[in-house]
C-alpha cells in the first residue's frame, strides 16, 4: 500500500500530467524577460517549421521576476514550462517553486548578453562613464549623502553640463537586477567606506548601494524596449539602459556608452571585459518535461539556435564559451534540477 506522506504529492502530480495531456493545452507556454524574448521568439518560428506535428509555441514578454513568479506557481496546465531570465534565478525564487510543488527546475544558460547603456546616435553627447559616475548620478543616498546632483558635470567635472535623464527598466526586469548587481553596486563599492559597510551592516549597504533616486533624473521605461530605443534617440543627452542585442538591431539610432574605457562590442562582451556582461538564462519545468508535447524538441531547436555559427547570433545573441554550452546541453539531456546549493 503507498505511504499516506506520498499522497499529497501523487495527487498533485496526477492533477499535473491531466492538465497538460487532456487536451486543456497542447502548446508550450513561455514567459518571461523582455531581453531574452526576442531570441525565444526565433527559436519558437524555427520550432514551428521544423516540428510542424506541434503547435506554435506561446512565447511573453512579462519581465524576469514577473515571469519567474508565474512560472513557480504551481504544476500543470494552467501554469508556464519555460521561462525566459536576464538573470540567475534566486534562491528565494527557487524556494517558491519548491513550495508550490515546482521540484524539477531545469537551468539553462542560452548564451551571453551586454548591460549597456545608451544615447542618440544622430544627437550624441559622447559620454564615457565609469562605474562609480554611474551610481553617483543614479543613487538616491550616494555613498550614504543626499542626492544633489542634477547634470553629470555635478557627478564628475569631466562629465558634460547635461541634465540628468536616464531611461531605465522597472524593478520587475531582470535586467533592473542586473544593473544594480553589475554597475550600481560595483560603482558603489568603489569607496572603501561602502565596501567596508557590506559586511558590518548588510541591510544599510543594500539600502545605500541598490535603491535608485525618485525625483524623476531616473524614469522607468517599462518592459518595451522598442520604446526606450525611441526615447534615447530623439531626446539629445538622454541616456538608456537595456540589452546588447537592442542596441545592435538599432545602431543607426543609438550608439553605445564606453564604460570604464571598454565599449559594448560583441567581443568584449563575449570576453567579459564589458562592465554589463551578463549571462541569460532560460528555466525548464521537468515535470512538463515529457508531458507538454513538444517541449523536448523545443529545447533541441534551442540549442541550435544557441551555437556558435548558430542562428541567434544573428539576433544579437552572443554565444558562450563551448564549455558553458556543453554545460547547457547536458542540463537538457539529463534534465538535472536545480538546487539551492547550485546558487550558492
Known amino acids: 500500500m503507498t505511504n499516506r506522506r506520498f499522497w499529497p504529492f501523487l495527487a498533485m502530480l496526477g492533477a499535473a500530467l491531466a492538465a497538460c495531456g487532456s487536451g486543456l493545452r497542447q502548446e508550450i507556454r513561455v514567459v518571461g524577460s523582455s ?17 510542424p506535428g506541434y503547435r506554435s509555441p506561446i512565447v511573453e ?14 504544476v ?6 519555460v521561462v525566459n531570465a536576464s538573470r540567475r534565478m534566486k534562491a528565494a525564487e527557487l524556494e517558491s517553486c519548491t513550495r508550490n510543488g515546482v521540484r524539477q527546475v531545469i537551468e539553462v544558460p542560452v548564451g551571453i548578453d551586454g548591460l549597456v547603456l545608451i544615447e542618440s546616435a544622430t544627437r550624441p553627447t559622447g559620454y564615457r562613464l565609469t562605474l562609480r559616475d554611474i551610481y553617483a548620478a543614479l543613487a538616491k543616498e550616494p555613498f550614504g549623502r543626499p542626492q544633489t546632483a542634477r547634470t553629470w558635470r555635478d557627478v564628475n567635472p569631466e562629465l558634460p553640463d547635461v541634465p540628468i535623464l536616464v531611461y531605465g527598466p522597472p524593478p520587475t526586469s531582470g535586467t533592473r537586477d542586473s544593473f544594480v548587481e553589475l554597475i550600481l553596486t560595483k560603482g558603489c563599492d568603489s569607496d572603501p567606506e561602502m565596501k567596508a559597510l557590506a559586511t558590518s551592516d548588510a541591510d544599510r549597504h543594500k539600502a545605500i ?28 543627452g538622454a541616456v ?89 546541453q547536458a542540463a537538457i539531456d539529463g534534465a538535472r534540477p536545480l538546487t539551492a546549493a547550485d546558487l550558492g
Open 61 to 74: 514578454s512579462t519581465g524576469t521576476g514577473s515571469g519567474i513568479k508565474l512560472f513557480c506557481n504551481g
Open 209 to 236: 548601494c541598490h535603491t535608485v533616486r525618485e525625483d524623476g533624473a531616473f524614469v522607468e521605461a517599462g518592459e518595451n524596449d522598442n520604446l526606450l530605443i525611441q526615447r534615447v534617440s530623439e531626446n539629445q
Open 76 to 81: 500543470g496546465g494552467q501554469f508556464p514550462d
Open 35 to 51: 531581453t531574452v524574448y526576442p531570441f525565444t521568439t526565433a527559436v519558437a518560428e524555427r520550432f514551428a517549421q521544423n516540428f
Open 240 to 328: 538608456g539602459i537595456l540589452g546588447y542585442s537592442f542596441m545592435e538591431e538599432n545602431q543607426d539610432r543609438v550608439n553605445g556608452i564606453p564604460i570604464a574605457g571598454i565599449a559594448p562590442t560583441a567581443e568584449t562582451i563575449q570576453a567579459l571585459d564589458y562592465p554589463g556582461a551578463r549571462q541569460l538564462f532560460i528555466y525548464v519545468k521537468g515535470e512538463h518535461l515529457n508531458v507538454v508535447p513538444g517541449l523536448r524538441e523545443f529545447l533541441t531547436e534551442y540549442a541550435r539556435g544557441w551555437a556558435q555559427n548558430g542562428y541567434l547570433s544573428e539576433r544579437g545573441l552572443i554565444p558562450a564559451p563551448e564549455e558553458v554550452r556543453a554545460a547547457a
